[in-house]
């Protein structure tokens, strides 16, 4: 078997191997080709646990942290056992005495290993489904969360990944009409200290120290991590359900300057991370983490690369989004469109011909960069977001930029002949509030992360229908009903790729906690036992809806022909759509002007605290049915010579079709 660690610092590196027993063995990597140490070494079999120690210079304040009191793991690792068990031994790197004095640290006792794993798996016909972007709806979920309570799945199994295989999960998944799973971190990461010592617990997972590994904690089975998630794959394919990762490869688990070593920082410092080039001593921090990985190093891009291809084509997974993006698109400081990053994925004939979808901002100055990535890529759109939570809680302004939502964002990817799919739509994701918390509360509620109620987004832009959290007013309820179901129609029929938030479906609630990172508890869990399962019928209606008539799923921006009316049947003109107070619009969708027939559909969107009259222009005639209606009563729909008109109450919105 070969072991193989690239360090251009290093004057000696150990292979450490571990008995069953925990008992080390250290041998010397004898060959150096190319910075990469390695050696051959017969006799060992998968199941073997094994890290390195990597001696070199240890001169912080020049960026070098080579230290071999630190147990390193292998940052091409397929399989990792157990959690950090905090210590000062793992911190050693932020001493600063002698190499003698931080040898009576060694962080053995404390760290992870390494697990060489057996890459045989029988895929049976497996392949990959290559669901078309226009056809995509993404449901966005966490691996524990979402089966952790699920009634039908065996208690041994909950919140594993053979729980998301389990026949009752994945026919949920078929039922609700869903094509891809977007599953939140798996790559192993790491329990902050900080929050372990406040009983909390790193639940979203972005902290990722192993970028080949499944994280370990998802395994029904302990080691069988990589089979258990190949077998999930596997199952989800079956039932033409395609996988997407949530990858985090802006920053790792080691944090800043004070923050453990467990494997980069040891090895390499300079080459895997972004240093201050005043002061290596400290980091470039673009993600908020205390690190940046080095995109600019050939080995920290190949590291990315090589993991990006290995989850293709090993694990089989279909796309990845990117957590925080634009950390990996910094050249010097400032986010470079024509950066190595691109370039390589741009040209590598595995990674770009699977789905891609940018986080297109992170936390540093010059970081939003929406609109702004390259045609292979997807975005988050966050402007979708922003704009139609603005427009249905009757916010002055704003109907201009929602119908330009509802199109698809042509301001922000035609001028760059992108698609109307290059807009990753959602309303609601794992970082904020729930959809039932955007139409229950004003404000945040995260005094139970620890942080004083300091941390999250403080602009939600939600509106709570009148009362702030739980109430018992059917008036406030039958609102916030309406809400939830004039967000999702809106989402589910605008032109992109939309994303569902596990859980919105059926009015899963976080009481207010718009930052849930720390809670692996029954604030973050799906509650399957009080699922509202009549707004879940209504959102299988919807993506049903979508499925089945393309004029709600074009990618292009000429195709339907589109009509704005107001809503008493006169087309817009630019002094209508300049009026702020304007939260009314008719929008005519014809669906046989273009080479995909379909029929032709009328959406009325009426965001104003009061009911208005419609009217449908004549030009326009024929007997239109409803489809979809959100409002409080049933659609009376009247036809005359000056058109066809109905009512429409406050906060609601009709859609109708004529074949």
Same mark, same amino acid.
């Given at each position: 078997?070969?072991?193989?660690?690239?360090?251009?610092?290093?004057?000696?590196?150990? *292979?450490?191997?571990?008995?069953?027993? +925990?008992?080390? =063995?250290?041998?010397?990597?004898?060959?150096?080709?190319?910075?990469?140490?390695?050696? &051959? %070494?017969?006799? *060992?079999?998968? +199941?073997?646990?094994?890290?390195?120690?990597?001696?070199?210079?240890?001169?912080?304040?020049?960026?070098?942290?080579?230290?071999?009191?630190?147990?390193?793991?292998?940052?091409?690792?397929?399989?990792?056992?157990?959690?950090?068990?905090?210590?000062?031994?793992?911190?050693?790197?932020?001493?600063?005495?002698?190499?003698?004095?931080?040898?009576?640290?060694?962080?053995?006792?404390?760290?992870?290993?390494?697990?060489?794993?057996?890459?045989?798996? @029988?895929?049976?016909?497996?392949?990959?489904?290559?669901?078309?972007? @226009?056809?995509?709806?993404?449901?966005?979920?966490?691996?524990? !969360?979402?089966?952790?309570?699920? #009634?039908?799945?065996?208690?041994?199994?909950?919140?594993?990944?053979?729980?998301?295989?389990?026949?009752? /999960?994945?026919?949920?998944?078929?039922?609700?009409?869903?094509?891809?799973?977007?599953?939140?971190?798996?790559?192993?990461?790491?329990?902050?200290?900080?929050?372990?010592?406040?009983?909390?617990?790193?639940?979203?997972? &972005?902290?990722?120290?192993?970028?080949?590994?499944?994280?370990?904690?998802?395994?029904?089975?302990?080691?069988?991590? /990589?089979?258990?998630?190949?077998?999930? /794959?596997?199952?989800?394919?079956?039932? !033409?359900?395609?996988?997407?990762?949530?990858?985090?490869?802006?920053?790792?688990?080691?944090?800043?300057?004070?923050?453990?070593?467990?494997? %980069?920082?040891?090895?390499?410092?300079?080459?895997?991370?972004? *240093?201050?080039?005043?002061?290596?001593?400290?980091?470039?921090?673009?993600? +908020?983490?205390?690190?940046?990985?080095?995109? $600019?190093?050939?080995?920290?891009?190949?590291?990315?690369?090589?993991?990006?291809?290995?989850?293709?084509?090993?694990?089989?997974?279909?796309?990845?989004?990117?957590?925080?993006?634009?950390?990996?698109?910094? !050249?010097?400081?400032?986010?470079?469109?024509?950066?190595?990053?691109?370039?390589?994925?741009?040209?590598?004939?595995? /990674?770009?011909?699977?789905?891609?979808?940018?986080?297109?901002? @992170?936390?540093?100055?010059?970081?939003?960069?929406?609109?702004?990535?390259?045609?292979?890529?997807?975005?988050?759109?966050?402007? %979708?977001?922003?704009?139609?939570?603005?427009?249905? $809680?009757?916010?002055?302004?704003?109907?201009?930029?929602? =119908?330009?939502?509802?199109?698809?964002?042509?301001?922000?990817?035609?001028? @760059?002949?992108?698609?109307?799919?290059?807009?990753?739509?959602?309303?609601? =994701?794992?970082?904020?509030?729930?959809?039932?918390?955007?139409?229950?509360?004003?404000?945040? &509620?995260?005094?139970?992360?620890?942080?004083?109620?300091?941390?999250?987004?403080?602009?939600?832009?939600?509106?709570?229908?009148?009362?702030?959290? #739980?109430?018992?007013?059917?008036?406030?309820?039958?609102?916030?009903?309406?809400?939830?179901?004039?967000?999702?129609?809106?989402?589910?029929?605008?032109?992109?790729?939309?994303?569902?938030?596990?859980?919105?479906?059926?009015?899963?609630?976080?009481?207010?906690?718009?930052?849930?990172?720390?809670?692996?508890? $029954?604030?973050?869990?799906?509650?399957?036992?009080?699922?509202?399962?009549?707004?879940?019928?209504?959102?299988?209606?919807?993506?049903?809806?979508?499925?089945?008539?393309?004029?709600?799923?074009?990618?292009?921006?000429?195709?339907?022909?589109?009509?704005?009316?107001?809503?008493?049947?006169?087309?817009?003109?630019?002094?209508?759509?300049?009026?702020?107070?304007?939260?009314?619009?008719?929008?005519?969708?014809?669906?046989?002007?273009?080479?995909?027939?379909?029929?032709?559909?009328? *959406?009325?969107?009426?965001?104003?605290?009061? #009911?208005?009259?419609?009217?449908?222009?004549?030009?326009? !005639? +024929?007997?239109?049915?409803?489809?979809?209606?959100?409002?409080?009563?049933?659609?009376?729909?009247?036809?005359?010579?000056?058109?066809?008109?109905?009512?429409?109450?406050?906060?609601?919105?009709?859609?109708?079709?004529?074949?």
């Amino acid at each position: 078997m070969n072991f193989s660690l690239f360090s251009s610092v290093a004057q000696r590196v150990e *292979l450490c191997l571990f008995d069953d027993d +925990g008992l080390e =063995c250290r041998y010397d990597l004898p060959e150096m080709t190319a910075h990469c140490w390695h050696g &051959y %070494f017969p006799g *060992l079999k998968a +199941g073997q646990k094994y890290a390195f120690r990597v001696h070199g210079p240890w001169a912080p304040h020049t960026g070098l942290r080579c230290n071999p009191s630190n147990l390193l793991l292998d940052p091409y690792a397929k399989c990792i056992e157990g959690q950090i068990h905090w210590n000062e031994a793992v911190f050693a790197q932020s001493l600063n005495g002698s190499p003698s004095s931080l040898n009576n640290y060694d962080s053995a006792p404390y760290v992870p290993r390494c697990v060489v794993s057996d890459p045989c798996f @029988d895929w049976g016909s497996d392949t990959p489904i290559c669901t078309p972007l @226009d056809m995509t709806v993404i449901y966005e979920l966490h691996m524990k !969360g979402f089966t952790i309570t699920h #009634p039908d799945v065996p208690p041994e199994l909950r919140g594993t990944y053979l729980a998301l295989a389990h026949p009752a /999960v994945i026919e949920y998944f078929q039922t609700l009409g869903v094509t891809a799973i977007e599953l939140m971190p798996v790559q192993q990461f790491v329990q902050d200290m900080y929050l372990l010592e406040r009983g909390l617990r790193n639940y979203w997972g &972005y902290n990722t120290i192993g970028f080949f590994a499944p994280h370990n904690e998802y395994a029904a089975q302990a080691g069988r991590q /990589v089979d258990e998630f190949k077998f999930m /794959v596997r199952a989800l394919h079956e039932a !033409g359900l395609e996988v997407i990762l949530d990858v985090v490869y802006g920053h790792t688990a080691e944090g800043n300057h004070l923050g453990p070593t467990l494997s %980069f920082k040891a090895i390499d410092n300079a080459a895997y991370y972004r *240093l201050d080039e005043v002061n290596p001593f400290y980091y470039k921090d673009y993600t +908020g983490t205390g690190n940046s990985l080095n995109m $600019r190093h050939p080995s920290g891009l190949q590291l990315m690369m090589d993991s990006l291809r290995y989850w293709v084509t090993e694990m089989h997974v279909d796309g990845f989004r990117f957590d925080l993006a634009s950390t990996l698109a910094r !050249g010097i400081h400032d986010v470079d469109r024509l950066c190595a990053f691109f370039d390589v994925i741009q040209q590598d004939p595995i /990674v770009n011909r699977v789905k891609l979808i940018a986080e297109p901002w @992170d936390v540093s100055d010059g970081g939003y960069q929406l609109g702004n990535f390259p045609p292979l890529w997807s975005e988050w759109n966050g402007r %979708f977001r922003d704009t139609v939570r603005d427009y249905w $809680r009757g916010i002055d302004g704003s109907l201009g930029d929602f =119908c330009s939502r509802l199109s698809g964002s042509p301001d922000l990817y035609q001028l @760059d002949r992108r698609r109307p799919t290059a807009s990753v739509n959602f309303i609601a =994701c794992h970082d904020g509030l729930t959809l039932a918390d955007l139409v229950s509360y004003n404000d945040k &509620y995260n005094s139970a992360n620890g942080e004083r109620n300091a941390d999250g987004e403080n602009n939600n832009r939600s509106w709570n229908c009148g009362a702030e959290g #739980p109430t018992a007013d059917e008036r406030i309820l039958r609102l916030r009903a309406r809400q939830k179901r004039n967000l999702l129609t809106t989402l589910l029929l605008s032109r992109g790729v939309p994303m569902l938030l596990a859980g919105d479906e059926c009015g899963r609630t976080q009481d207010g906690n718009n930052n849930a990172y720390c809670q692996d508890n $029954r604030t973050s869990w799906m509650n399957w036992e009080e699922a509202d399962y009549d707004l879940a019928a209504f959102v299988i209606k919807l993506i049903a809806l979508r499925q089945r008539h393309p004029v709600f799923r074009s990618n292009s921006f000429s195709w339907p022909y589109t009509s704005w009316y107001r809503n008493d049947g006169r087309l817009m003109t630019p002094e209508d759509w300049s009026t702020p107070w304007a939260k009314s619009i008719g929008v005519y969708l014809d669906g046989s002007t273009a080479q995909a027939w379909d029929d032709d559909f009328y *959406l009325a969107f009426n965001s104003h605290y009061e #009911p208005l009259q419609f009217v449908i222009p004549p030009e326009l !005639g +024929g007997q239109w049915s409803v489809v979809v209606n959100t409002g409080r009563h049933e659609a009376i729909i009247a036809q005359s010579r000056n058109g066809v008109t109905f009512a429409l109450g406050e906060q609601s919105l009709l859609v109708l079709t004529r074949s």
